[in-house]
């Protein structure tokens, strides 16, 4: 029996959430819920969108499955009362990867016979640092009229996500690390990620190293996204490109994703709390199904992972339960509840 942390989330996290919970009860392994309220109903029960209790709770039990929490847009981001100290994060999502460690946000990108077009058959994954860069949180408005935000860009750091690139590029058979970077433009910053990169994938001589300007990467991963095996890309960067990259797959409600550090992963959608959709039963739960399926995986479970994903991708091919994000008219209750039929057959 696994003990698992649930963060519910905001806007359509509920919904999908739920969805997950059923998806991965039915692929037959044993997961025990620890529910961790974070976000609005954190905010509710606790006074804070990230209270202390809840992440005492997801670092002892090391594993969460998150939905997306909202990050309101204005000043002043968000505060985390530690014992005898206060942190302050530029959002919630920011605040929790950084509370917990994490410092790798892994987004594979696959495609899907049915939904994903000439796509079908696209395999990459953005391997995105999530630590510093222009989201580390150090904004000022020095006066009226000006406002600035330091891009922070540390060896350490991007030594660290190039080796856990290159890692996880061994551990699953990829050939090719495609550091993405504006080092013409950004010689410091940019400069120092691209050559950390370079210097430890230079320790992989099985891995194929190559780099791309940040905007020629998007060209590229329209025109020729084929090309592409695993990214390693600065914060904001894997930020952009990886809605970039689902977009190619047919929605953001196909892409996983997962957060890892040193002794904790949280498993979440690449996605966001949608708030236009929330509530309707219009969220496609597959993005958060697949990172359950990620989370059976890690936890040693790999043939109930392997089940819900062949599930996902029959009921995906077949085309009859499909919400409106893919082109059809299904309930997000209607596209679950196919998934939990098919698992029994595949
Ligand atoms: P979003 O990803 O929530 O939505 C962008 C568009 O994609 C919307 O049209 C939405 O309806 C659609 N969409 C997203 N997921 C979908 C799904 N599963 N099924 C069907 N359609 C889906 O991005 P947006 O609107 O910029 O952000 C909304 C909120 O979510 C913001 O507060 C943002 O800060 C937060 N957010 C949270 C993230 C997280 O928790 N990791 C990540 C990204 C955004």
């Not at 039915?26 to 025990?32: D, E, P, Y």
């Not at 100290?85 to 049915?114: I, M, Q």
């Not at 708030?275 to 199904?289: E, H, T």
Request: with cysteine.
């Amino acid at each position: 029996m696994h003990r698992v942390a649930i963060i519910r989330g905001d806007g359509i996290g509920p919904e999908i959430s739920e969805a997950t919970v059923r998806v991965l009860g039915a692929s037959g392994a044993k997961l025990t819920w620890v529910e961790v309220p974070m976000g609005q109903e954190g905010r509710r029960l606790f006074g804070s969108e990230l209270p202390w209790s809840s992440l005492e709770t997801v670092r002892r039990l090391g594993t969460a499955l998150k939905a997306p929490l909202v990050a309101e847009r204005c000043c002043g981001g968000v505060v985390v009362e530690a014992p005898g100290e206060v942190r302050r994060y530029p959002s919630v999502n920011n605040g929790l990867r950084r509370e917990l460690g994490a410092y790798a946000n892994v987004r594979p990108v696959r495609g899907f016979a049915g939904v994903s077009g000439r796509y079908q058959h696209l395999d990459l994954v953005l391997v995105r640092e999530v630590t510093e860069d222009t989201y580390a949180g150090l904004e000022r408005q020095p006066e009226q009229g000006r406002a600035e935000a330091t891009k922070l860009i540390t060896q350490e750091a991007s030594r660290r996500i190039a080796r856990f690139a290159c890692e996880y590029a061994i551990r699953h058979g990829r050939r090719k690390i495609t550091a993405v970077h504006k080092a013409n433009v950004l010689h410091l910053t940019d400069g120092l990620f691209l050559e950390s990169v370079r210097a430890v994938t230079a320790e992989y001589p099985s891995l194929v190293f190559q780099d791309r300007m940040v905007d020629a990467t998007c060209y590229l991963l329209v025109r020729h996204p084929q090309d592409f095996d695993v990214l390693v890309l600065p914060n904001q960067y894997g930020d952009i490109l990886s809605d970039l990259a689902a977009a190619l797959v047919g929605s953001l409600g196909l892409a996983p994703g997962v957060n890892f550090g040193n002794g904790v992963a949280v498993f979440e959608a690449a996605h966001g709390a949608a708030p236009d959709i929330a509530g309707r039963g219009l969220a496609n739960p597959v993005a958060l199904i697949l990172s359950g399926a990620l989370l059976l995986e890690y936890l040693g479970e790999a043939e109930a992972a392997g089940r819900v994903r062949r599930a996902v991708a029959a009921v995906l091919a077949e085309g009859r339960f499909l919400t409106p994000d893919l082109g059809g008219r299904a309930t997000t209750a209607e596209l679950t509840q196919a998934i939990c039929e098919r698992m029994d057959s595949v």
